[in-house]
């Protein structure tokens, strides 16, 4: 039986922390892939991109592979031909991916000594995808007319009423935080200019009866510019911000809540040059904060075809309809894939005991409003798009759906559909 009574916590990072700034290089990449080909007429459904990016002292390495339009090749100065290696496939123009790089450094707010998005090194190490791996996906196309999954894998999604955008309350709260103070900072509002690009949030709400009722910690280190701060000052600047994030969502913050502000001191020197960062290291905050299980894959630097980041999209998107319906008060959904297979091998649903209808009718109902193959989950949700870059940093999940394509996975467009189906298997 669920316990009804406890305390949850969950962090987040900001946009500044190293592996968040490799996140978004990474999907920038990716972006710069998607709007490379609309421009020059490749079809995006033939778009590859799996790029990872490391990051320390005034040091980015960008490695992966990838399918591009010609327009990213490389050409050969004297003939004008896309450039090949010595088994004659394609090189990459690194220029054009460096730049992106610099973009996303600069639009962070990264220009310190040890990190500055105008003097960093930035090595470009791309080549094309391997054939190995692309046969996967296309041969499934050919074959089938669909797209095969473009690896082998589990992915969740989960949705519950805490918040109102049916996200757990915890990992909602803390990324409300950190998104404040990165408004703020930005803007130039006050002291909060004087704070830096790196960020943690933390945030423990205590549970009663199985609803969340207050906070009881909060734990926030952010860097800051000015050296003459201490923990003092930090907590008079960015407490206001808190508070703020925490009554966005109808939240009290507990009598005799613990407040944990920059614990160890100052903290002047962060992002890359105080410790190195790597895509992918942060599945936890892009997700649900620990609240719900996650399959293991990072999203960030992958394309849709990747159902790493697609089907964990398409199960969020489920879930948050299944809630949005009245169906359950709490849904999580597995989906699972081979590689080469268009068809997930099995759709699980858990309504955690809140359920109003059996899950053995949610999973027949979701099956018949959704094609969960990756082509079905790329059309249905629109992603063959550059809409990835913003969901590097403050979770891809429980943001607002925008009208350039972004978060389309938030919308709740399936309820009734999903009622009708629903009934239609009871």
């Known amino acids: 039986m669920a316990r009804k009574n406890y305390l949850f916590t969950s962090e987040s990072v900001s946009e500044g922390h190293p592996d968040k700034v490799c996140d978004r290089i990474s999907d920038e990449i990716v972006d710069l892939v998607y709007r490379e080909a609309k421009k020059s007429g490749m079809d995006p459904w033939k778009v590859r991109v799996a790029c990872e990016t490391l990051a320390t002292t005034n040091r980015v390495v960008i490695a992966g592979e990838v399918r591009v339009p010609e327009t990213l090749l490389k050409r050969d100065k004297k003939t004008g031909e896309v450039a090949t290696d010595s088994k004659g496939n394609p090189l990459i123009n690194p220029s054009r991916f460096r730049s992106a790089a610099r973009r996303a450094i600069r639009a962070i707010g990264y220009e ?13 190490l791309l080549h094309g995808q391997s054939p190995d791996i ?112 925490l009554s966005s969502g109808g939240i009290t913050v507990a009598a005799n809540c613990n407040w944990y502000i920059n614990p160890t001191g100052k903290f002047v020197i962060g992002g890359p040059d105080g410790d190195a960062g790597l895509t992918g290291r942060k599945i936890i905050v892009d997700t649900y904060g620990g609240a719900a299980p996650h399959g293991g894959g990072a999203f960030s630097g992958k394309d849709t075809t990747k159902v ?103 919308r709740t467009d399936l309820v009734k559909t999903l009622k009708q189906a629903v009934a239609k298997a009871a």
Not at 115 to 124: G, N, P, S
Not at 159 to 171: H, K, S
Request: proline share 4%; hydrophobic share 35%; aromatic share 8%.
């Open 112 to 124: 310190q000594d040890g990190f500055h998005w105008k003097t960093a090194k930035i090595d470009v």
């Open 134 to 245: 692309g046969q996967g996906v296309d041969n499934a196309a050919d074959r089938q007319g669909e797209e095969g999954a473009g690896d082998q894998g589990i992915m969740f999604g989960y949705a519950c009423r805490e918040t109102p955008d049916l996200m757990p309350a915890p990992i909602y709260y803390s990324h409300k935080i950190l998104q404040l103070l990165a408004d703020a900072r930005k803007s130039g509002e006050g002291d909060a200019a004087k704070l830096g690009p790196d960020a943690k949030a933390q945030v423990t709400v205590r549970y009663v009866d199985g609803k969340p009722s207050e906070v009881t910690e909060i734990v926030l280190s952010t860097q800051h510019l000015d050296t003459s701060w201490d923990s003092g000052k930090v907590r008079q600047v960015v407490e206001p911000y808190i508070h703020e994030a």
């Open 308 to 410: 790493d980041r697609s089907a964990a999209y398409a199960a969020r998107y489920l879930a948050k309809n299944v809630v949005a319906a009245n169906l359950a008060e709490r849904c999580t959904i597995q989906l699972s894939y081979a590689i080469g297979v268009a068809q997930p091998l099995s759709v699980y649903v858990n309504l955690h005991g809140t359920g109003r209808v059996s899950e053995e009718e949610v999973e027949i109902a979701i099956r018949e409003v959704m094609d969960l193959s990756p082509s079905g989950i790329r059309r249905h949700l629109d992603l063959n798009r550059p809409i990835y870059a913003k969901t590097a940093a403050y979770g891809h999940f429980g943001r607002k759906a925008s009208r350039d394509g972004s978060f389309s996975w938030e």
